[in-house]
Structures are given as C-alpha cells and as structure tokens.
C-alpha cells in the first residue's frame, strides 16, 4: 500500500489487511458479506452479520474488533481529509454524521447494497486515475456523489428510527426532539412544550433515565453540530451562527467557549 494513498478497496478476510494507523488516518467502511464481525465501539458492544453496513469515522476508537471464522467482506478506507474536505453541504450531512457516531451498523436493503459496492469501486477506481487531466476535481467530485449516496442510505435508517421512536417512552421521544431541533433549539421550554409537560417534570424524566439533565442533553447535541460544522472550514463561523439561529456572532463566540472551553476561531486553529 502507497503511503499516500487516498481510498483503499480490500476484498477481505482478514484483519491482517487493515492499515495499521486506519483509526486515526482513514474513514473505515465495512460491507459483511458472510459471516460477523464483533467490535466496541463509545464502550459499547457491536456485532454485524451478513447484509449489514459498518462505517467508523477516522478518529473513533474502536477495540475489541474480531471475526469469525467463515467472515468476508468489501472493505473501503477513505482518507481522513478527503472526505471531510470535500462534504457537498455541511448542514445536510450533520444529522448523518450523528447518526453513524452513535448506530454505526446500517441495514440497507438489496437496491442500497447494490449501490454501496457500485459507490465502493467508483471511489476506488477514481483514485487510481492519477494522470487524469482533472485528478482532483474529478476526485472531489466523485467523492461527493459517494457521500450524497450513503447520507440518502443513512437519512432513510435515521426515518425509520424516528418512526419507531414516535410511540416510545416521553425520554425517547425528548431524544429525537433534540436531534432534529437542538441546531436552533437550545432551550429546555421547548421540548417541555412540545411534549406538553414541564421543564421540571422533563428533568426530572432525564435524570431517572440517565443521570443527566434535559439541558445537557440538548448541550451535548450542539455540540457535536457545532464540532462538526467548525470542522468543515468552507463555512465561516458567521455563516454557522446564522444556521444556528444565534441572533449575533458574539452570541454564538460565548456559546461555543462555554461547550467547548476556546472560542470557534481558537478552535479552528487548533485543527
């Protein structure tokens, strides 16, 4: 394997073909063909079998990764900066960045499948095109359209979990509020309302089922939005007060340094 090789496309049943640095260098994107694959990941326990989709962001930790014995699968790693360098919309890919950091096994069915190893080779096989005229953009742009592709894979998964979350417990039903709400709904009153009933009453749910406030919950949820979106440098930090509905730059300076400890542009500069 080149050392700077941007995308690699295994055909794999082994985890001797792993990059050793694929953690911290690469996105991992698995599709188990036969067989399962066990792994912790956020200190939770995962199996994914036959038919299923795994995809780890470059800088997760993942541990405790084994196979069995009769496993196979097509395995693409992306490189870090490639993909978070040429997201097709920041605003748009939030929810399913989110969704892959917290459900990291995806359920497609046989189109999206075929659609993966379709999306798999065409990466793949564009950047092995290095002496085209146009390598990089035609590069970035093929690395969008596989990333449209699997955010419309995730955003379908993401319905059907909101769809089961509807008539779940009032906790459940706070969570999702929060996910779809929390970019410009920062005020516990909000989900209260919503769920008609009081923001003590909604704490106190929280904190029977976590340990945690309502607050910090809709905290927590911004804050990944916001990590994300300083992520993407294409935006300036006015153009991401805007999408969080902050009614000035400062207001959004003084949000980000209480969640995050420096201020989005001290933040930017460390990355």
């Given at each position: 394997m080149a050392e700077n090789q941007k995308v690699i496309l295994y055909?794999?049943?082994?985890?001797?073909?792993?990059?050793?640095?694929f953690q911290s260098r690469f996105h991992t994107h698995i599709y188990c063909q036969s067989g399962s694959v066990k792994f912790t990941f956020n200190g939770q326990q995962h199996q994914s079998k036959k038919g299923e989709f795994i995809f780890w962001l470059a800088g997760l930790i993942v541990s405790e990764?084994?196979?069995?014995?009769?496993?196979?699968?097509?395995?693409?790693?992306?490189?870090?900066?490639l993909l978070t360098m040429n997201l097709p919309s920041a605003t748009t890919s939030i929810d399913s960045i989110i969704h892959s950091k917290e459900y990291p096994i995806l359920h497609p069915d046989k189109k999206d499948k075929e659609k993966i190893l379709k999306n798999f080779k065409l990466l793949y096989d564009m950047s092995q095109e290095t002496n085209?005229?146009?390598y990089e953009e035609a590069l970035k742009l093929q690395m969008q359209l596989f990333?449209?592709?699997m955010w419309h894979i995730f955003e379908d998964e993401l319905?059907?979990?909101k769809r089961s979350l509807q008539s779940g417990t009032l906790y459940e039903q706070f969570i999702q509020l929060v996910q779809?709400?929390?970019?410009t709904q920062r005020e516990v009153r909000f989900y209260s309302d919503k769920l008609n009933i009081t923001p003590k009453y909604l704490n106190y749910i929280c904190k029977v089922n976590t340990a945690i406030t309502a607050s910090e919950w809709i905290q927590r949820n911004s804050k990944e939005r916001i990590i994300i979106l300083l992520q993407n440098k294409n935006l300036n930090i006015s153009e991401?007060?805007?999408e969080m509905?902050?009614?000035?730059?400062?207001?959004?300076?003084?949000?980000?340094?209480?969640?995050?400890?420096v201020t989005p542009k001290e933040y930017r500069e460390r990355i």
């Open positions: 055909k794999t049943a082994s985890r001797a073909q792993f990059p050793k640095d990764l084994s196979f069995s014995a009769n496993f196979k699968a097509t395995i693409l790693f992306v490189e870090s900066n085209h005229r146009f990333l449209l592709e319905d059907r979990k779809e709400h929390c970019m991401i007060a805007d509905d902050f009614s000035s730059r400062s207001f959004f300076t003084r949000y980000v340094k209480k969640l995050l400890g």
